[in-house]
């Protein structure tokens, strides 16, 4: 299956800084979407962007993407320490096949 | 409030023992799906429903049954068969079909061999 891989496996900065998470993927997609899980808690959808989409924001989030090096960013400004969590891209590819899901993020704000 | 609950929050299985994981959702979705989810890992797709009556297997459907016989419910059953069943187990649903919609999880299962 094709799968987002999420670049770092960890993250830790400090409370006020931006946070910067990548997401590569391999095959044509159709939407990439990034989630953000708690520990111990179900995921969150946070932000759907289109193939013919190159950035969108939501709040705090920006998330951008590059279908020619197939890749996604996303980017949290001025993060807090309720931003702690994980953070997960996920991808559709053709037909109506569920969402693959990357390994995720790990993001740590210390306040 | 519309939403996915998923029951029990903890669930202990001896060896050999079928356990089944409840999921249930109000929000009126036609699509459900249930993941795992172990240490370090992403969430793997064990299997999903996109109408009542119908469900396909994901990629890790061994060791597993589903049911949907009602639109709100698509409970997991994990049978013996399903080797190192240990892991944190995810329900989802969608208003359709795949990928084109943002999915909404319910806050899941653990699920311990003892």
């Known amino acids: 299956s094709q799968q987002g891989e999420e670049d770092p496996q960890a993250l830790s900065i400090q409370e006020g800084e931006n946070a910067t998470m990548n997401c590569s993927y391999k095959t044509s997609i159709n939407n990439l979407q990034w989630y953000r899980q708690n520990s111990g808690r179900g995921l969150v959808h946070l932000i759907l962007i289109r193939s013919n989409e190159r950035e969108k924001h939501s709040g705090r989030l920006r998330v951008t993407l590059d279908t020619s090096k197939k890749s996604s960013s996303l980017l949290i400004t001025a993060s807090r320490a309720a931003d702690t969590a994980s953070y997960f891209c996920a991808t559709g590819g053709s037909g109506n096949t569920p969402l693959v899901f990357g390994k995720g993020t790990r993001l740590s704000v210390i306040a | 409030d519309g939403g996915i609950t998923q029951s029990p929050k903890y669930l202990f299985r001896k060896e050999g023992q079928n356990v089944t994981l409840s999921c249930e959702q109000n929000l009126n979705h036609d699509a459900m799906y249930w993941y795992r989810q172990d240490p370090g890992q992403g969430l793997r797709l064990i299997y999903y429903s996109q109408i009542v009556n119908d469900f396909q297997k994901g990629d890790i459907a061994e060791g597993y049954s589903v049911s949907r016989e009602k639109k709100e419910s698509f409970p997991l059953t994990v049978t013996s068969a399903q080797k190192n069943p240990t892991a944190f187990y995810l329900c989802?649903?969608?208003?359709?079909?795949?990928?084109?919609?943002?999915?909404?999880f319910g806050s899941g299962t653990r699920l311990t061999v003892v």
């Open positions: 989802a649903s969608s208003p359709g079909q795949g990928y084109h919609y943002g999915y909404t």
